[in-house]
């Protein structure tokens, strides 16, 4: 009910001991679920001029900054938390995960490594920091982050199959991947394909078409606007020798609005045509 509390909340400075910066965090926070989020970034930028000391704020106004698209002014909250206290989990993820939105692999894997070291047992941490280690093309440290990941919890369905599809794609054992992917998918909820997508291109790379193409075929006939489906299809055909059936799939797959890392390799495939 949150037309109901917003105004309680608001009036927090009635209470007896003065103002809580917990009411101006609920507060924000009622904003944000109604998808009023310049009320919530508003509410928690007056709240920290008030009680500018405060860790509780500092976090949530980087965290309201960071859905905005503020990631400097994040990234400023994040930093005078860890000023304070360097062990601070939160902020340093949180400094990882806007750097990472603000395309710096690099330091976002700086602080997520460092979050590491805070939290070696904490899966998320690893999972954060195996999609940063990627997108700095560390392939080799990514996978030793998945790896631990699944030494933590052994069932992570995102470590499974970002490990699977990240030893198809830059080298590793196959097999390995295959039996990866076929642990995420058994895994996986009903609506989500991509387990079942990445076991299919293993497949491929397997030398496997039939099997892959099966899977592919039923994927793109279940998410036909799925970019990634549609070129792993049009690839599939193509090591088949169905050379017009891959056209269709790979210029399906461009007017789909792709990835740059996916428009290039359809690109290349279309080359060869």
């Known amino acids: 009910k949150f037309p109901a509390a917003a105004p309680l909340l608001g009036q927090s400075e009635g209470f007896p001991g003065g103002a809580d910066p917990r009411f101006a965090a609920i507060l ?15 509410t928690l930028e007056e709240a920290v001029r008030k009680t500018p000391d405060s860790p509780l704020l500092r976090s949530q106004l980087a965290g309201a900054a960071a859905r905005a698209g503020r990631y400097d002014a994040a990234i400023e909250q994040f930093q005078w938390i860890l000023a304070r206290n360097p062990n601070a989990l939160n902020a340093q993820v949180g400094l990882g995960e806007v750097y990472g939105l603000k395309g710096d692999a690099a330091k976002a894997v700086e602080h997520l490594r460092k979050a590491r070291e805070i939290a070696p047992n904490q899966v998320e941490v690893h999972l954060l920091l195996g999609t940063q280690l990627e997108n700095a093309r560390q392939f080799d440290e990514a996978k030793d982050a998945y790896r631990h990941a699944l030494r933590v919890q052994p069932d992570n369905l995102i470590a499974l199959n970002n490990l699977a599809s990240l030893i198809a794609e830059t080298g ?14 058994a895994k996986a909820p009903k609506q989500d394909p991509v387990p079942t997508d990445t076991l299919g291109w293993i497949y491929l790379k397997k030398g496997m078409a039939d099997t ?6 039923n994927l793109v006939k279940t998410h036909p606007d799925n970019a990634v489906f549609r070129y792993h299809f049009g690839a599939t055909l193509l090591q088949q020798g169905d050379r017009a059936g891959a056209r269709t799939e790979l210029e399906a797959a461009l007017q789909r609005q792709p990835s740059a890392d996916i428009e290039k390799k359809t690109r290349e495939l279309l080359a060869k045509l």
């Open 28 to 42: 924000a926070e009622s904003f944000a679920s109604q998808n009023r989020a310049d009320d919530a970034l508003r």
């Open 212 to 217: 892959a193409r099966q899977i592919f075929a």
């Open 172 to 185: 590793g054992s196959l097999e390995e991947a295959l039996q990866l992917a076929q642990r995420a998918v």
